[in-house]
């Protein structure tokens, strides 16, 4: 059973242009949920997902950002207009279930430039 | 609200014990909690669902204490491998909030 998979694994964007990450959850996982993470700091939540819903983006600008869940294939963050401050960490984690432990895929490097 | 994590940062030689504490200001369903390797993506330690739930493997162990909404992690015997920051998760009302971290660091 593979694990959660992120690519790219690195990312980098100019000023302006768009960024797309995506999240493969694990086999039979129905959850996924998105976090960001800056240099020597901790994960900030941004968005939950469930099969085609959105079921909380209260941690996500509500400008340039935006997640999906589709029936297939996998979740993608995108965000448009990047900006330097969108350097960071992006990871991505599935579950079972809304309660259930996370687990946590390799995470996107996004540098914008 | 961000759940509160003490102390910020502890040092310990191979073998002493530590304590890591996660506090909120509010209600709180369940906590996780994780460990972060520099570089690397967190990695699940233990969930504890219940007031009063108490969890362990090896030895690291975990406490949850609904009324006073906190959790504690301990970790027996440090070794080597157990550095790296300590994350707790806390769920409460749909919320999914991460305390600040706790960077552990174990000096053989």
């Known amino acids: 059973n593979a694990g959660v998979m992120q690519n790219p694994r690195h990312l980098v964007r100019r000023r302006g242009q768009e960024a797309r990450l995506r999240c493969s959850p694990m086999k039979g996982h129905s959850h996924v949920y998105w976090y960001r993470q800056l240099p020597e700091e901790g994960l900030k939540f941004m968005v939950y997902?469930?099969?085609?819903?959105?079921?909380?983006e209260s941690g996500m600008p509500k400008e340039r950002f935006s997640a999906e869940f589709p029936k297939e294939g996998p979740s993608i963050l995108r965000i448009q207009q990047v900006v330097r401050g969108d350097s960071a960490a992006y990871f991505c984690?599935?579950?079972?279930?809304?309660?259930?432990?996370?687990?946590f895929g390799p995470g996107t490097r996004l540098t914008v430039l | 609200q961000q759940p509160v994590q003490s102390p910020q940062a502890v040092i310990l030689r191979e073998g002493e014990d530590a304590v890591i504490n996660c506090s909120s200001s509010k209600a709180l369903y369940s906590v996780h909690w994780y460990r972060q390797k520099h570089g690397e993506a967190p990695v699940f330690l233990m969930i504890l669902l219940k007031g009063g739930e108490q969890k362990g493997h090896d030895k690291i162990s975990a406490s949850f204490n609904e009324k006073k909404q906190q959790s504690s992690l301990y970790l027996t015997a440090s070794q080597l491998s157990y550095s790296g920051t300590y994350f707790c998760?806390?769920?409460?009302?749909?919320?999914?909030?991460f305390g600040q971290g706790t960077r552990l660091t174990i000096n053989p």
């Open positions: 998760l806390i769920q409460g009302a749909q919320k999914l909030v």
């Open positions: 984690a599935s579950s079972p279930d809304r309660v259930g432990e996370q687990f």
């Open positions: 997902l469930q099969k085609e819903n959105i079921i909380d």
